[in-house]
């Protein structure tokens, strides 16, 4: 098999995050659910931007946030996703190629627009989500380049894009490619909502053995495997799957590798500030040892620190220098 000329290439949603800060009471009057992602139409999405206070708009998507952590770390990244041919658009698709990824799927003609998320962030760092998808839920399979993705030594594919029912054939399309010229597959879960309504479809892929490596929250974990206790969701899926990334906020992180166990506590930190791209920049550093070929303690150590600094300012793309950080704490 040849060397790969993309570490990983990914497949998700094309979002701009609108950020601003709120007070509790603002939740409550807006009827938001706190700390949770709730999908809104563009009325909606509308409504909440207008009853926002100052903010601050940041290119976002859980698997573009991950790979431009990836690309932080010195990792080759492409990305696949579908934008509208909107100023939104123009804005997601210069900020990930100024971060180094490959982009190269066409703009979107007509409505609906970009997508955006619309993201209240709380005194307390935690984010309540409202996403309108618009553009992203309509990448068809022929926007997929087969080719790249067979270049690409690991798939990695956002279970907030399996909800659509385009993006989902895309996304088992490029499954096939994958496996077809032996690449890895990772999928990370997304959020509990997804498994809900596709918790079936999830775990007929891992069934299969058609992910290798699954990224999931102990929520998202209870959720797949009806297993309210960790350890005991955790021993559900350990033997189903090459490598099993749980993470655990506050508590840290483990993950299972053929049967090797390795946990890490969560990096120290002064203040969080926002836990928004948390768990995508997890998995950036995850990834990034994964590719590299590092231990499995050192790529959760990677992933933990990459988390930290993404929760220590407002926004899901990291502002300090990741290769860097990561040198200092590990060497």
């Known amino acids: 098999m040849t060397a790969p000329r993309y570490d990983v290439i990914a497949i998700g949603n094309a979002i701009v995050d609108v950020m601003a800060p709120c007070t509790e009471d603002q939740l409550v009057a807006l009827g938001l659910n706190r700390g949770g992602m709730t999908l809104v139409d563009e009325d909606g999405a509308k409504r909440l931007y207008d009853a926002m206070g100052p903010a601050k708009e940041i290119s976002g998507g859980s698997a573009a946030n991950t790979l431009a952590g990836m690309a932080a770390l010195g990792a080759r990244c ?19 190629r ?63 894009l399996w909800d659509p029912e385009e993006p989902r054939r895309a996304m088992r399309r490029a499954i096939e490619v994958a496996r077809k010229a032996g690449r890895k597959v990772a999928f990370t879960a997304s959020e509990s909502f997804v498994i809900d309504r596709h918790g079936d479809d999830f775990r007929a892929l891992i069934n299969e053995g058609q992910i290798d490596i699954l990224f999931v929250n102990e929520h998202e974990l209870a959720t797949l495997t009806g297993e309210k206790d960790f350890e005991a969701g955790v021993a559900s899926l350990k033997d189903k ?13 483990i993950a299972i590798a053929h049967g090797t166990r390795a946990e890490v506590a969560a ?28 231990s499995l303690e050192r790529c959760l150590r990677m992933g933990a620190i990459c988390a930290a600094e993404i929760i220590s300012h407002y926004g899901a793309r990291p502002e300090a220098d990741l290769k860097s950080l990561v040198a200092a704490k590990l060497g």
Request: charged share 20%; hydrophobic share 45%; glycine share 12%.
């Open 267 to 294: 990096e120290p930190i002064d203040k969080v500030v926002d836990t928004t791209g948390a768990g995508d920049l997890f998995a950036a550093g995850f990834l990034t040892g994964y590719a590299r070929g590092e």
């Open 241 to 253: 799957l090459p490598v099993l990334v749980a993470t655990r906020s506050a508590a840290g992180a």
């Open 78 to 96: 492409a990305f696949i996703g579908q934008v509208a041919d909107d100023q939104l658009g123009e804005v997601f698709t210069h900020d990930i």
């Open 98 to 160: 100024a971060g180094g990824i490959a982009f190269d799927t066409p703009a979107r003609d007509g409505q609906p627009a970009t997508a955006r998320c619309l993201i209240f962030v709380s005194p307390d760092g935690e984010r309540t989500m409202n996403t309108f998808l618009g553009a992203s839920q309509f990448l068809p399979p022929a926007a997929l380049d087969d080719a790249m993705i067979a270049d690409a030594g690991i798939l990695y594919l956002e279970g907030y």
